[in-house]
């Protein structure tokens, strides 16, 4: 197995951790239905939780959520009754739930643009090909987290950590990086033009294979950082 393969094993679904914040339990019988926002006046809860049932779109993770067009904002928490039914027992603020339970989660393909995650623990979360457009991370916990792939242009990150962060391949154009500490990242191929990296922590920081065209780099704080 390997390291990757073992910390997949460790991360926790998007259902698992709207579980934990509603204090509910036993995955298996619980599902989430996304709830567009604007949908919400029109429809309740229960309205929601059937036609989710009756098309198919009851899910458990959020590459299941963004596989069906759904982004992460809001969804109805359902529980599965024995003869088959689906109800609904949570309404959930799903920036919300990331902020505060995030850490080592699951988050593969999540759609959080926008989002306000700011001040979010998501120590060690897998966030590979999420789209964080235009999000708020402002002071966010992404320690070791892994972006393969994720979104993150004009997204802010002021004072953020992402201290051994793996962002290959990311895309971080035009983000606000100010004070972000990207000590220990993975930088392979990262688009950086455009960002904001006044006062970033980039020691021994290797940008060398990144794409940093007006990435403001004389601005960091690149004491033994590797800049070509």
């Not at 036993?26 to 239905?33: K, N, Q, S, Y």
């Not at 109805?76 to 959930?92: F, H």
């Not at 154009?173 to 100010?178: E, G, L, S, T, V």
Request: with cysteine.
């Amino acid at each position: 197995m390997t390291v990757n393969e073992a910390a997949a094993e460790t991360r926790r679904t998007l259902l698992d951790i709207v579980l934990l914040a509603c204090g509910e339990a036993d995955a298996d019988r619980h599902a989430l239905a996304a709830a567009d926002p604007v949908a919400l006046g029109l429809r309740n809860a229960t309205e929601i939780t059937r036609e989710a049932q009756a098309s198919g779109a009851l899910h458990r993770t959020s590459l299941e959520l963004a596989s069906a067009g759904s982004d992460l904002r809001t969804f109805v928490l359902v529980r599965l009754t024995d003869d088959g039914r689906a109800e609904p027992t949570w309404m959930v603020n799903g920036w919300s739930t990331i902020r505060a339970h995030g850490a080592r989660a699951d988050l593969r393909g999540a759609v959080l643009r926008g989002a306000d995650l700011s001040g979010a623990r998501l120590v060690g979360a897998d966030l590979t090909d999420a789209d964080l457009r235009r999000a708020d991370l402002t002071k966010a916990d992404l320690s070791g987290a892994v972006l393969r792939g994720a979104d993150l242009s004009g997204s802010v990150l002021f004072s953020a950590t992402l201290r051994g962060a793996d962002l290959t391949e990311s895309d971080l154009c035009r983000a606000d990086m100010r004070h972000v500490d990207l000590r220990g990242a993975e930088l392979m191929r990262t688009a950086l033009r455009g960002a904001d990296m006044w006062g970033a922590y980039t020691w021994d920081v290797d940008f060398g294979r990144a794409f940093t065209d007006g990435a403001q780099l004389d601005r960091a704080d690149t004491l033994n950082a590797k800049v070509s």
